[in-house]
């Protein structure tokens, strides 16, 4: 419980982040996927309760981190020391643009977590949405995969849309219908569309105009 309390301090005062750590119940089962499907629905549930909503993926990321950190301390079978690793996090951003871009991939990865758990890795994941990436200008797809692989803690660099943001953004939904099917991607698509439209962060909400 101490490493969520601590992820979650980001986000909370430390008696709200307490509280909040309290509420996580780790999966009996030590299988990675029960792990990450256990840690989505605790992200979803403390952002409803902490006024947190469309911050899932990153309050997701950022308990994985804390949790491997903890688990250096552990046996190697542990299952976030096996598959999390080098996941990427959050953290100040330079620019709107890249702000609405790193969340917007986080969001979709968390989505595809949760929907092919059977074939899911951010290792895999990410080498797919790299190789569906060719149209990104190179340079501005070098600042991504710097930041997928962990090089950078953070997605720099501008994002416009009709440049390279919405490039970005439709090579991320190509990579998604492939391991979803094209009729479940458009509806997690739509339904992080939407949750970016309806958030209180004024750097998510206009999504519509990368699209």
Known sequence: MEAVTWALTAYLEPPQARQAAALWQRPASTDASSVLVGLSRYCRQIAQQFDLQGREAELHLRIIRALQAQSRAQPPNDPFARQAVDAPVSSPLESSSATLMQRFLLAIEQHVAQEARPLYSPQRWRQSLIQDGRKVPPVAMQQACDWLWGRTSALHGDWPARGAGTRLINAAYVTMAEWLGPVRADACFT?????????????????RSYL
């Open 191 to 207: 339904q992080i569309v939407r949750e970016f439209e309806q958030s209180r962060d004024p750097a998510l909400t206009n999504i």
